[in-house]
């Protein structure tokens, strides 16, 4: 309740004309994260008078991509003759609708116009979208990148803003902003460098991989599954890439191994915790604009332990506050598609069956979860968490290595909502189940099994254990339960 009135106090000051909330405060900062496992080696993130000290992003006019066989006749040509514009000007926002708006349009800026998941000459090939299978929307477009005009007679594709990874196109090419993103960029990436190694610079792409591959590294933990990464051959990486599917990717300070299912942005204002494993505090909207903000700029700056050295922070750059706290308003209004779902007798009868599984003690209506963390195998909350937490003592048995074995790793999950589990996928902390039929497969837990979403860097056979609950229905109460979940 607290946070839903501090919410409309905010967007009551902004809307007529109010101060937008500081994002980096040294107190803010301090106390936004859950700590992680080994809590020594948590985050130092940069002072306050050096996050101001960054030079800030300019949120140029963008234009829609399209399909090479789907742009209008002559776009390219009108492209190049338009002047460059900035398009966010604080000043001319005086409304909350004005406000969402310019936020809709941070989220869709492109921060890189440097190829990482593909190229201009990528998306003006029509055989690139057969061979990588990007989604395109049914008007033609490609919602996961923007021409950019920076300077006249130029035009740049930009990529890798909010857009790049939280974009999701529907199989009938509806475009939901802010789901789970479903472009195979990993793959993309992969595909895009063996081009590059074939064209006879493969010793210095290895070098650049396995300089790349080192922030994945946790050196304060023992057997780092990441370390695996430097003694792989230059294939290995990339077949790595491969195997990551769409609606996962190893984005920074992940893991190129254990990279995470790409979590969905709609409904983020009812969630209180952020990431997987909780890491970021979810009390206002200034952390969701210190959590974009880390995403996107500050954490690559952080240190993990007092004897690390301060990182440079040559080259970097920040979004401004204004332009932070539009995007928070922009992802707090998302809404998910119309559901094609309807109710019937057998998704009354899967609620029913919710009901009685206990379901609901975890995924609790109306936000269908109970914003809770959950401790890993291999950790036990410290007394002074159990204080400051939500925590649930209930053990679940997921996979613990990403919790534990990365710099995100917090030793807990968050319980995850259901809602809108209809459109998503794959599902699990590493997007292992394609579909919620696989997610309740009881064969999953067998060793022999091969997961249908994320099946790891050598796509071998392994159990997808944790989360058993469900797995002991009958084939028709398990149908129903599937059946009504995929009405929320």
Not at 202 to 210: D, K, V
Request: aromatic letters at 10%; glycine letters at 8%.
């Amino acid at each position: 309740m607290r946070i839903c009135v501090l919410l409309l106090l905010a967007l009551a000051a902004v809307g007529s004309g109010g101060k937008v909330p500081r994002t980096w405060t040294d107190a803010s900062v301090a106390t936004m994260e859950v700590p992680l496992a080994n809590a020594k080696y948590s985050p130092i993130h940069i002072a306050e008078k050096t996050y101001y000290e960054l030079p800030t992003r300019t949120v140029y006019q963008s234009y829609p991509v399209y399909h090479p066989n789907r742009e209008p006749a002559g776009f390219m040509q009108w492209l190049e003759r338009q002047e460059p514009r900035i398009a966010f000007d604080p000043e001319a926002l005086k409304t909350r609708r004005d406000w969402i708006e310019a936020g809709s349009l941070v989220f869709n800026a492109p921060v890189s116009y440097s190829p990482v998941f593909f190229s201009a000459k990528d998306l003006r090939d029509p055989s690139f979208f057969e061979r990588s299978g990007m989604p395109v929307a049914k008007d033609g477009t490609i919602p996961f990148a923007r021409w950019v005009i920076r300077r006249k007679g130029q035009v740049e594709l930009g990529s890798m803003g909010c857009n790049t990874c939280h974009t999701r196109v529907l199989p009938d090419g509806t475009v939901v902003p802010g789901a789970q993103g479903n472009n195979p960029g990993d793959r993309q990436g992969a595909a895009m460098l063996r081009q590059t190694a074939s064209a006879g610079s493969s010793a210095q792409l290895l070098t650049r991989l396995l300089r790349f591959a080192k922030q994945f590294e946790v050196p304060w933990i023992e057997n780092d599954p990441n370390r695996r990464a430097q003694t792989m051959s230059l294939e290995e990486l990339l077949a790595a890439g491969d195997a990551i599917p769409p609606g996962v990717t190893a984005r920074s300070h992940t893991s190129m191994l254990l990279p995470p299912q790409i979590p969905d942005l709609i409904g983020v204002k009812d969630r209180r915790f952020l990431d997987h494993t909780g890491l970021v505090l979810h009390r206002d909207i200034g952390d969701l604009m210190r959590y974009s903000a880390l995403v996107q700029d500050a954490i690559g700056l952080a240190r993990y332990g007092e004897t690390q050295p301060e990182p440079s922070t040559r080259g970097s750059v920040r979004y401004t506050d204004e332009q932070l706290y539009a995007l928070a308003l922009y992802l707090y209004s998302l809404t998910p598609p119309k559901n094609p779902k309807q109710f019937s007798a057998e998704t009354a009868k899967g609620e029913r069956i919710f009901e009685r599984e206990g379901c609901a003690g975890c995924h609790t209506p109306p936000h269908y979860t109970n914003n809770k963390l959950i401790p890993v195998d291999g950790f036990k909350p410290p007394a002074d968490h159990l204080e400051r937490f939500d925590i649930l003592l209930t053990p679940v048995g997921s996979d613990p290595r990403y919790a534990l074995q990365t710099r995100k790793g917090t030793g807990y999950y968050k319980v995850p909502s259901l809602k809108g589990v209809w459109y998503r996928g794959p599902f699990g902390h590493h997007g292992s189940a394609a579909t919620l039929e696989d997610w309740f497969d009881p064969a999953r837990l067998s060793n022999s099994y091969r997961p249908t979403g994320y099946a790891g860097p050598d796509g071998r056979e392994r159990a997808v254990k944790g989360h058993e609950f469900g797995l002991s229905l009958s084939s028709a109460d398990r149908t129903a339960l599937i059946a009504f979940l995929r009405t929320l």
